[in-house]
């Protein structure tokens, strides 16, 4: 297994707190990923990073802002959370044009 | 506009029976396409891939998958259904734009299998 870790790996938090997900890697991957999934929707892309302090917004990218100091951290940041934001988030990495490997997942509730 | 249709919400199968799930695609070029299957509060985990080459291409736990440029198809298939396989199914495609890389999944097929 591509070695990825997410934490937490749970989290409940009250509206309008801010929140950070965190994804580490030990694979040296250039490219990761944030992805929310919701019942209905599959995964959906909130941003993605290609390199360290390069990144680019995905398709549900509004209320999300993430950070990329280190090859090895992708952070996310629910800026004030809200309900709607209730999920369950994966992080991924790959190379270029390669295959994706995905995180265990984070559930978070927003109360 | 990219995009990745999964037509099939649900499927049941018995046990023991075949499998087809589809998977169609929307993508200007040669895609890279990809089937992932997810337990029940789990990861995603990768069963197949295509990039090029033969059409045909075999994954893991028995699964194959054909690519059909004509019809911008990339269905996944089993002869024989596990009870194990239960699951959630998903179909991406690899997208680059502007020089960068991201997946364009479906929104699932979720598989219940009858014992």
């Known amino acids: 297994d591509a070695g990825i870790t997410q934490s937490p790996r749970h989290k409940v938090t009250e509206t309008g707190t801010p929140v950070t997900l965190r994804c580490h890697q030990t694979?040296?991957?250039?490219?990761m990923y944030w992805y929310r999934q919701d019942p209905g929707h599959g995964l959906r892309l909130i941003h993605y990073?290609?390199?360290?302090?390069?990144?680019d917004k995905g398709e549900v990218s509004d209320g999300y802002s993430v950070s990329r100091s280190k090859t090895e951290d992708f952070l996310l940041t629910l800026e004030s959370a809200t309900s709607s934001q209730t999920s369950v988030y994966f992080c991924?990495?790959?190379?270029?044009?390669?295959?994706?490997?995905f995180g265990p997942g984070t559930r978070l509730l927003v109360l | 506009a990219q995009s990745v249709t999964q037509p099939d919400i649900h499927i049941t199968v018995s046990e023991g029976a075949s499998l087809e799930l589809r998977c169609n695609y929307s993508?200007?070029?040669?895609?890279?396409l990809f089937w992932y299957v997810q337990s029940p509060g789990q990861g995603l985990q990768l069963l197949l891939k295509?990039?090029?080459?033969?059409?045909l291409v075999q994954g893991i736990k028995g699964f194959e998958a054909e690519f059909k440029r004509s019809q911008s198809s990339f269905n996944l298939r089993k002869p024989s259904v596990h009870w194990s396989d239960a699951a959630e199914y998903f179909c991406?495609?690899?997208?680059?734009?502007?020089?960068?890389?991201?997946?364009?999944f479906g929104t699932g097929t979720r598989l219940k299998v009858l014992a």
């Open positions: 991924a990495i790959s190379e270029f044009l390669e295959t994706q490997y």
């Open positions: 694979e040296n991957h250039r490219y």
């Open positions: 990073s290609y390199g360290v302090k390069d990144t």
């Open positions: 993508y200007g070029a040669t895609p890279y």
């Open positions: 295509y990039f090029s080459g033969d059409t």
């Open positions: 991406a495609v690899g997208s680059t734009t502007s020089g960068t890389y991201k997946y364009i």
